[in-house]
């Protein structure tokens, strides 16, 4: 008799989907907004998140447990809009594993006393292995590294904190209402800092129902909620706001950050706690997004289960993000921030649009239901609709974008 997965686990999967993205790149993408702009921003967008995968979650409910993200949308919304929604899905997953690779061969390299790119190489090779195994094996080593990064961040976390001088936190009201304006450009990166949704599916067939799943992703997003929060104040009432000038100049690249933080640490443990925590952060990420992203090509390319599928799903998964990042290495937050542009699509358009079509076709079906009837669903477009034109406006200049 197999035992029933934990909601604990799950929850540590979706979890450890988001904290790499958000941990590493919202100090930097905050830095405009600072301490009180960027707690709203990341709290609208953890609501709004959370919603969306509950939307995505009621419309697969009437499909088979093998169904995915891929199947339902071509499905309830036709083949065109299902071919954009898999572009999309698979540029963010594919940027955020770039990305993550790309920090960790930075950082790892640094430890190592290695080439990056050697670095890089081995980390694909070594913690990829956890995703082509199993699901169950992602859940077991999740949950580890949630553990792990609990521990490492309190240890450092507390050593930063003993040090938070709240005068730098918040300042007069005249200067709050200015920075209102950076918390527009940060959205893309708030968006993608729960960016879960590829993931949905895969808790539904995880748990062989939505409840759980529901009482899974509501978990994975408020840890991951506490941890951006207690982050962003730990590093806000440490680093200076003009210290962040160099970092994002750099393009807000993880290794960085840490070089600034250090500068401001006293103590080494601390220090290397940080450092630590930084690296559980990334792999974490790397293993929960790679799963969502090897489970959603299987389906697309119909690879099946058996040792060979699996190698085939891990190859397109894993070797051409690993690829680009060994011949174009760029800055972390400039990587999220288009992925959040693109996830617009996958994480709020394409959930709220297949939960008015399930709705539509069985408008009396028993069961889960995300909650806020139709009101929500628009609200949940019109987020999506307005952080992707942010992007765009940051992008063309017409909104301040802060650099130190």
Known sequence: MTSTPSVIGGACIIASVCVGAGMLGLPSAGAGAWTSWSTLAIILTMVIMTVSGWMLLEALKPYALTASFNSVTKDLLGRRINLFNNLTVYFVGGILLYAYITSSGLIL???????????????????????????RAVDRISVVLIVFMVLSFVFGVSGLASKVDTAKLFNSFAEELGRAPYALAMLPVA????????????????????????QAILGGTLIALALYLLWLLSIFGNLPRPAFGPVIAKGGDVDVLLGALASVIESR???????????????????????????????????????????????????PPLALSLMFPFGFVVAISYAGAAATVWACIIPALLAKKSRELAPDEAG?????????????????????????????????????
């Open 109 to 135: 390299g640094g430890l190592l006393g290695i080439n990056s790119q050697l670095a890089s190489v081995l980390f694909v090779l070594v913690f990829s292995w956890f995703v082509w195994h199993s699901t």
């Open 191 to 214: 968006l993608t800092s729960f960016g879960y949704h590829h993931s949905v599916a895969s808790m539904r067939a995880y748990y062989g129902e939505e409840q759980k799943a529901r």
């Open 269 to 319: 443990q601390v220090s290397q706690a940080i450092n630590l925590f930084s690296m559980a952060a990334i792999l974490s990420s790397f293993i929960g997004v790679g799963l969502g992203v090897f489970d959603y090509l299987a389906d697309l390319f119909r690879f099946d289960n058996s040792r060979r599928g699996r190698a085939q799903s891990w190859a397109v998964t894993f070797l």
């Open 368 to 404: 889960f239901k995300a909650p806020g009837g139709q009101p929500m669903v628009v609200a949940v477009i019109v987020f999506g609709v307005l952080t992707a034109i942010f992007h765009l406006m940051a992008m063309a200049g017409l909104l301040p974008v802060y650099t130190g």
